[in-house]
């Protein structure tokens, strides 16, 4: 029958040292655990590679309008692109605002966007709608072609 210490079998569980080899090997102090916060850039990046994405330079800011009224607010990104695939990456630290606080600043980048904009009135109270300029119709335009037949 073995014959177990228990202090000398409660002292190497307190120890938890690892033994990578066989026996007679030496022992590691600890376990290191490799991170793999930079692989998910790593392979962004050779995935933009396959699909030949270019750098485009010059770009001091994007924004992207959410359709609950928030915008995504990028300063000064790094942004690649693949006109052949339709695919643009923008990548740097991003901002969700509300739109009425960017308003001011990107209105003039908005003039042929109208249609995909949210509806500030509704959403946002302190921005105004434009209004039409147009007037009422008044007077029935179509009584003169019906007469003119008889």
Known sequence: MVVIDQEKLLKMQQNQTVRLGGKGTARRKKKVVHKSAGSDDKKLQISLKKLQASNIPGIEEVNIIKEDGNVIHFDSPKVQATVQA??????????????????????????????????????????????????????DFDQPSRTEGL
Not at 119 to 137: M, R, T
């Open 86 to 139: 339709n695919t643009f990456a923008i990548s740097g630290n991003a901002q969700e605002k509300p739109i009425s606080e960017l308003l001011p600043g990107i209105i003039h980048h908005l003039v042929g966007l109208s249609s995909g904009m949210p509806k500030p009135a509704q959403q946002h109270p302190g921005v105004i709608p434009e209004e039409d300029d147009v007037p009422d119709l008044v007077d």
